[in-house]
T-cell receptor, first 114, second 111 residues
Framework: DTGVSQDPRHKITKRGQNVTFRCDPI?????LYWYRQTLGQGPEFLTY????????KSRLLSDRFSAERPKGSFSTLEIQRTEQGDSAMYLC????????????FGNGTRLTVT | GENVEQHPSTLSVQEGDSAVIKCTYS??????FPWYKQELGKGPQLIID?????GEKKDQRIAVTLNKTAKHFSLHITETQPEDSAVYFC??????????FGRGTSLIVHP
């Protein structure tokens, strides 16, 4: 399977703990995106990378959130001091970076903060 | 920023009927409009997309139309089948390469 891979699929954590998610994009895709999706809503943009450069961050990405893509390949999204409001599906997507190319999504990491 | 409105939120049809989902966008600079299908427990999957230099695009039972003047675009599914049941999302993007998504339409196809 050469699609976008996300790990873990599910994460349950207690409020105040830190969590980290990993995304492996499709090989040779230059752009990598993180979105958040809550029940009954569409994906909401968090941040995006062109190769290793983080080019844009949403207002939704508070200072408790940090994302990296150190070598322009896989990416990590860390949430510090989790809150119950952080409970959501975190989706990663990648695209080729050729103009308006479609996003290819992974199956997400479902975070539950208790 | 871009704002995408999607209607209806729920659509229930009988197998074999057609289904139409409509979206409007706010940013006149948007020029790329993908549609995604999301099944339970999975990420959204691209089913069709259209660019602003085209008014209509068709792929088997699925078609998308775009009216740039009115800033709206629609997804048409003909001869619906139970396996078409899913949540469908429209999206719009312009120069930022960051798609903004609608809130989704839950399509239920009754056998």
């Amino acid at each position: 399977d050469t699609g976008v891979s996300q790990d873990p699929r599910h994460k349950i954590t207690k409020r105040g703990q830190n969590v980290t998610f990993r995304c492996d994009p499709i090989s040779e895709h230059n752009r990598l995106y993180w979105y958040r999706q809550t029940l009954g809503q569409g994906p909401e943009f968090l941040t995006y990378f062109q190769n290793e450069a983080q080019l844009e961050k949403s207002r939704l990405l508070s200072d408790r959130f940090s994302a990296e893509r150190p070598k322009g390949s896989f990416s990590t999204l860390e949430i510090q001091r989790t809150e119950q409001g952080d409970s959501a599906m975190y989706l990663c997507a990648s695209s080729t970076g050729q103009g308006k190319s479609p996003l290819h999504f992974g199956n997400g990491t479902r975070l539950t903060v208790t | 920023g871009e704002n995408v409105e999607q209607h209806p939120s729920t659509l229930s049809v009988q197998e074999g009927d057609s289904a139409v989902i409509k979206c409007t966008y706010s940013d006149s600079a948007s020029n790329y409009f993908p549609w995604y299908k999301q099944e339970l427990g999975k990420g959204p999957q691209l089913i069709i997309d259209i660019r602003s230099n085209v008014g209509e695009k068709k792929d088997q039972r699925i078609a998308v139309t775009l009216n740039k003047t009115a800033k709206h675009f629609s997804l048409h599914i003909t001869e619906t089948q139970p396996e078409d049941s899913a949540v469908y999302f429209c999206a719009a993007s312009g120069g930022s390469y960051i798609p903004t998504f609608g809130r989704g339409t839950s399509l239920i196809v009754h056998p």
